[in-house]
């Protein structure tokens, strides 16, 4: 029996691949290669010594989907795949609904036809929109403010009706907070096209001499220095918070929520500070005005994960930075290089 991975050769997908194998999982990856290439799996061979079943399929495509269903042994899918911009989605909102939302619609029909009602979706900390207060509870009100996040809740009301409607389902939603850092062995990691929407991929950028400053989005927020405050999670405690995810699936859970992160607040000058120290140079920054949408301070209770799954996050944000410094040295052009 084996998980299925949507979006498996992406950032975090790959580095779940990762952790499954290790755990002894067999894997099979879709993916489109949309936002990614088919090198981040053969690295994630080469990492492990194990095999992965590759399909590049698109989830729109029904047939070839239910093809992969009708080959392979599938118990469970771990559900990555997804468009995840937040600027492009509001320019693009209806490449985002149908992508995200008729995708997942997609796969979900062809689960239920091959009886296959395991599933772990990729959910973010963007569905708490703006927040009354820290940190951060699973039962905290939801909203969205952009076509992306918009996606996601209702990708997980989706969930939450069909479990509603047929409670043989075991899904797990998983809320992310701000995965950073890569693999120890430098060799995955994050690979943004183009100009990067987020803050780590710019700092590491700037540091290694692609781009030339770091405009930090607003230093008036109500924080201790200014500027926005962030939980950052290692993406391989976020990996592994899958493994247990996929445990806990087997035990029948129906459906749960957890978030996961650190717990911890960091802000955009505390990480170009850390930033700075791990690759030993200066990484230039300039004030720019608040980016519209952002929050101010946005980190998680990461408790429930810890009660229920038995899991926490275990690197700290110098072994975030480093990991995230040494893949992009090693990469400088992601998987180009
Ligand atoms: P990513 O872009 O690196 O990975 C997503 C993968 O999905 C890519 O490999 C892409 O090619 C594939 N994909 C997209 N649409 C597809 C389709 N229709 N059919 C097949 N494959 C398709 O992104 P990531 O950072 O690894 O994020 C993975 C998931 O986690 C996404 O759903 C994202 O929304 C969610 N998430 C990410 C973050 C983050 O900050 N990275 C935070 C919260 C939630
Ligand atoms: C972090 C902080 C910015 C870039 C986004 C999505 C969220 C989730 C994770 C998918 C903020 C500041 C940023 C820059 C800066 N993704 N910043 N200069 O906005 O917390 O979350 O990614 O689900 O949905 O919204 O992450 O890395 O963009 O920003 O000053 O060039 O860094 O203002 O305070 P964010 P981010």
Redesign the pocket.
């Known amino acids: 029996m084996a998980i299925l991975v949507?979006?498996?050769?992406?950032?975090?997908?790959s580095h779940t691949c990762v952790e499954l194998l290790n755990a002894g999982y067999e894997v099979i990856v879709?993916?489109?290669?949309?936002?990614?290439s088919e090198e981040s799996l053969a690295r994630v061979k080469k990492i492990t010594g194990k095999d992965i079943r590759f399909y590049k399929?698109?989830?729109?495509w029904e047939k070839e989907l239910r093809e992969i269903f009708q080959k392979e042994k599938i118990e469970a899918v771990i559900h990555?795949?997804?468009?995840?911009a937040v600027g492009e989605s509001v320019q693009k909102p209806l490449e985002y609904y149908h992508?995200n939302i008729t995708?997942t619609l997609v796969l979900l029909h062809i689960m239920r036809e091959f009886g296959v009602k395991n599933i772990v979706f990729?959910?973010?900390?963007?569905v708490y929109g703006k927040p009354e207060t820290v940190p951060i509870k699973e039962d905290f009100p939801l909203s969205a403010t952009n076509p992306?996040g918009k996606t996601?809740l209702m990708l997980e009301d989706i969930l939450r009706d069909l479990y509603q409607a047929d409670s043989s389902w075991n899904v797990i939603l998983l809320r992310?907070f701000?995965?950073i850092g890569a693999h120890k062995s430098g060799t995955i990691g994050?690979d943004p096209q183009g100009i990067p929407n987020?803050l780590i991929p710019y700092i590491t950028q700037t540091a290694v001499g692609k781009l030339e400053t770091v405009g930090v989005f607003g230093n008036d927020y109500d924080t201790p220095d200014g500027s926005g405050v962030r939980d950052y999670i290692h993406v391989v405690d976020l990996a592994e918070g899958h493994v247990k995810a996929v445990e806990k699936l087997a035990g029948q859970p129906g459906i749960r929520t957890y978030n996961l992160g650190t717990g911890i607040g960091y802000s955009v000058f505390d990480m170009i500070k850390a930033f700075s120290q791990v690759c030993g140079k200066e990484i230039p920054y300039v004030i720019k005005p608040r980016r519209p949408g952002d929050i101010a301070v946005c980190y998680a209770d990461a408790s429930l994960a810890k009660e229920e799954l038995d899991w926490s996050a275990k690197r700290g944000l110098d072994e975030m930075c480093e990991d995230a410094w040494r893949w992009q040295e090693n990469n400088p052009m992601g998987y180009r290089s």
């Open positions: 949507t979006g498996g050769a992406g950032y975090i997908g879709a993916d489109n290669l949309c936002n990614s399929v698109d989830l729109l990555f795949a997804g468009l995840k992508n995708g990729s959910s973010s900390a963007t992306y996601k992310y701000n995965p994050e987020n």
